[in-house]
C-alpha cells in the first residue's frame, strides 16, 4: 500500500485500513475509541472515524461529528496515527468490496494485536472491528501506548462547540450559587432493567423491568435475585438510600447538587426523600431553557456528555453505581488533579442501611460507619489494582491512568497520606 504519512521523526507506511463500530452509550465508546487509536498506532493503522452505536437501548442516531469536534480529533493526532473521515471509494460495498468483519478479542496485549490480528492485513486490505468495548488490557501495555490512550481522552476527544457551550453554561449557573455535588444518580429503566435491581420498586414495576430484559437479547442474565445482588453490592443505590448516604457523609440540606443523569425511574415519586433532604436539587431542565435543551432531546449521548462535563468541573462527584461514566469521569478527576470522587462502598452501605432501617444501628453509629468506609474512598491518589487473569475484576485503566498522572513527581510520592478526605 502506498499510503505513507508523517509521524515522530521519520515516515511511516500504512498497513491498512481499520474501521471500527463502537458499541454502548457515551462512555463505554469514549473509552473504545481511545483503545482503536491506540490499536491503529500500534499497528501502523489508517483509521476510519469511527462509528457510534444507534442500536443500543438508547437508540441515539448522533454521529461521531454531532458529539466530538471531528476535526480536532484528527488534528490533534496527526503526528501519531492517520484518521480518515471514510474509507476511499473503491473500498466501498456498493463496489463489491467486501471488508473482515470481526470483534477483537476483549482485555487483549499487545503481543495479540501483532500475532493475530497483524496478518489478516496481509490478506485484507480493510478490517472492520464491530464490538470495541474493553478490546484492550488495563496493563501489561507499554508506556507509550498507555499515554497515547490518556492523550486521546483528555486532549483529542473534545465536544462540540455547541456541546461546549451548553455544557459551561450549565457549569457556570452551578458555580455562581457557589460549590456543588454531582450526584450520579443511576436509576434509570435501562439500568434497572438490566441489572435486575428492584429493591424499593412495587410488584407491577418490577414486572416491567423484567420483561425489558427479557426484550433484549443482547442482556444476557435474564432471571435474577433482586435482593441476592443488592447484598453483593451490585446494585445501584436507591433515591432513598443515596439521600441517607449523603446526610451520613456531612452534607446538609443547603448543599447543592446536580442530578447526573436520564430520566429516574418512578419519577418525581423515587425523588421525594432525596428532594426533602436537600431542596436545592437540580437538573438539566431546571438550570436551562426548554428552547436550548430541545436539539438534544431524544439524543442520550449529547445529553451525556452535559453531564460528563458538569460532573468533571463538580466540587465532589459521587456516583451511586461503578459504570462507564462513573469510572471515565474518575478518571478525568484524577487527571485533573486528584478532584473529590466518594468511590461508595455499596456492599458496606447496604449493610449499614439494613441495620439502620431495622433500627439495630442508631443514626450517630450509621453516620459514623459510613464514614469510615470511605475514608479512603474519596479519589486520593492511589496505585491501580492489578488482578492477573482477572481484567474484569481488576481496577479499570480509565478510572485510575496512573502512567499519565505522575509526570512531575514519581508515583510514590504521589501515595503520600497528605490527600486531604474532607468532604467538601
Sequence with gaps: MQDTTRRGHGNYTSNGFLKVSCNGGLNQMRAAICDMVTVARLLNLTLVVPELDKTSFWADPSDFEDIFDVKHFIDSLRDEVRIVRRLPKRFNRKYGFQPLEMPPVSWSNEQYYWQQIMPLFNKY???????????????????????????????????????????????????????????????????????????????????????LR??????????????????????????????????????????????ASGEIYGSQRRLAALTTAFPQIMKKDMLLDPEELRQFQNHSSQMAALDFMVSTASNVFIPTYDGNMARVVEGH?????????????????????????????????FAVGVRLAHESKMG???????????????????ANPQECLCVRTSCDDLLSPGNSTTIM
Design 333 to 365: 478527576r484524577r487527571y485533573l488533579g486528584f478532584r473529590k470522587t466518594i468511590q461508595l462502598d455499596r456492599k458496606k452501605l447496604v449493610e449499614l442501611l439494613d441495620l439502620h432501617q431495622n433500627g439495630t444501628l442508631s443514626w450517630d453509629k
Design 125 to 211: 486490505t480493510v478490517i472492520h472491528f464491530n464490538r470495541t468495548d474493553t478490546r484492550l488490557a488495563n496493563n501489561g501495555i507499554p508506556l507509550d501506548l498507555q499515554k497515547l490512550r490518556c492523550r486521546v481522552n483528555f486532549q483529542a476527544l473534545k465536544f462540540t462547540p455547541e456541546i461546549e457551550a451548553l455544557g459551561y453554561k450549565l457549569v457556570q449557573s452551578l458555580q455562581v450559587k457557589g460549590p456543588f455535588v454531582a450526584l450520579h444518580l443511576r436509576y434509570e429503566m435501562d439500568m434497572l432493567a438490566f441489572s435486575g435491581c428492584t429493591h424499593g420498586c412495587t410488584e407491577d414495576e418490577a414486572e416491567e423491568l423484567k420483561q
Design 214 to 259: 427479557y426484550a433484549f437479547p443482547w442482556w444476557r442474565e435474564k432471571e435474577i435475585v433482586s435482593e441476592e445482588k443488592r447484598l453483593r453490592g451490585l446494585c445501584p443505590l436507591t433515591p432513598e438510600e443515596a439521600a441517607l448516604v449523603l446526610q451520613a457523609l456531612g452534607f446538609d440540606k443547603d448543599t447543592q447538587i446536580y442530578i
Design 380 to 398: 486520593q491518589p492511589i496505585p491501580r489494582r492489578v488482578i492477573v487473569d482477572k481484567p474484569k475484576d481488576e481496577d479499570y485503566f480509565y
